[in-house]
């Protein structure tokens, strides 16, 4: 009886090992964020490096936004639950106001991004104004208070001469420039060729 309780013991210990070795491999694979409805930060570094090498071969442009749900709204909520849902909110929109040929991704901490494709600087910034127009409409209800949605975005070109990560980096430098001034909802930061 204690060895056929051992070799079962085995036998479940291996499949348990098995089975755990699958789920690490579908996590390492997936290239969706299930929390928030868009492509996680993996996804989205893969098509910014596709992005890159498309513009080395067509000489087109194409922008990168980064967009958080600005500081100072968070810090006036100070409500964990409530920020999670404004985050989805944003998400929603984002989802909603992209075309086909954008990447709409979760960078993470509620940071998102969106790749516009064959989109030059001020076509970025007309899509950053609408999409701050939207969001500032919809306002958002916790308990008795009425919340009007905010947020901030950098903005910043995608070019063949820089890597995915100053891409990336000079985005959220827009974002941190956007925060630096309290009347822009958005913020510009072209790397220079």
């Not at 071969?57 to 964990?80: C, G, P, Q, W, Y």
Request: glycine share 2%.
């Amino acid at each position: 009886l204690n060895a056929i309780l051992k070799k079962q013991s085995s036998t479940i210990k291996t499949t348990y090992d098995e089975t755990a070795k699958i789920i690490k491999n579908v996590e390492n694979e997936t290239i969706f964020d299930n929390q928030y409805g868009v492509y996680n930060k993996r996804y989205l570094m893969t098509k910014i490096e596709q992005e890159i090498e498309l513009i080395k071969k067509f000489k087109h442009k194409s922008s990168l936004i980064m967009i958080e749900l600005a500081r100072d709204l968070k810090a006036s909520v100070n409500n964990e639950k409530a920020i999670m849902l404004m985050t989805k909110t944003v998400a929603r929109l984002l989802l909603k106001t992209s075309r086909r040929s954008d990447t709409v991704a979760h960078y993470g901490n509620g940071v998102f991004t969106m790749l516009l494709k064959h989109t030059d600087i001020e076509s970025a910034k007309k899509a950053s104004e609408r999409l701050c127009e939207l969001v500032s409409n919809s306002n958002f209800f916790l308990a008795d208070r009425e919340i009007q949605l905010k947020i901030s975005i950098g903005i910043t070109d995608v070019t063949q001469n820089h890597s995915v990560e100053e891409i990336i980096v000079s985005s959220m430098d827009g974002v941190e420039k956007a925060y630096e001034n309290p009347n822009l909802d958005y913020a510009v930061l072209l790397r220079n060729s």
